[in-house]
Nanobody, 126 residues
């Protein structure tokens, strides 16, 4: 059974940083693409960024490019989202996700992902 558990959210001032973690069990990260999504209050869930199954490629939505970085630790089977220069508009619940397609490509559509964590809340406010 695949399980994803996010952690690391919290309250941070504008311009600050947070690192989110996504601990994955029941699945070896090295075979599957992973992604981060977010959902702000009253808005639809949106793609933030993702990493290929090889770990060598990443992709980000335009609004977070240069500020957010996705990485992973194969030994601990954990995916990370480093968020710098945070803005109030980054406030949202952040989710990590993966799917059952071995060697799958980076995809931005929600329907592409079949396994989700419960999310962690990030609030950017002074």
């Amino acid at each position: 059974q695949v399980r994803l558990v996010e952690s690391g959210g919290g309250l941070v001032q504008p311009g600050g940083s947070l690192r989110l973690s996504c601990a994955v069990s029941g699945r070896t990260l090295t075979y599957y693409a992973t992604a981060w999504f977010r959902q702000a209050p009253g808005k639809e869930r949106e793609y933030v960024g993702g990493m290929s199954w090889t770990g060598s490629s990443t992709y980000y939505r335009d609004s977070v490019k240069g500020r957010f970085t996705i990485s992973r630790d194969v030994a601990s089977n954990t995916v990370y989202l480093q968020m710098n220069s945070l803005k109030p508009e980054d406030t949202a619940i952040y989710y990590c996700a993966t799917n059952d397609l071995r060697h799958g490509t980076i995809e931005t559509g929600i329907s592409y992902y079949t396994h989700w964590g419960k999310g962690t809340l990030v609030t950017v406010s002074s």
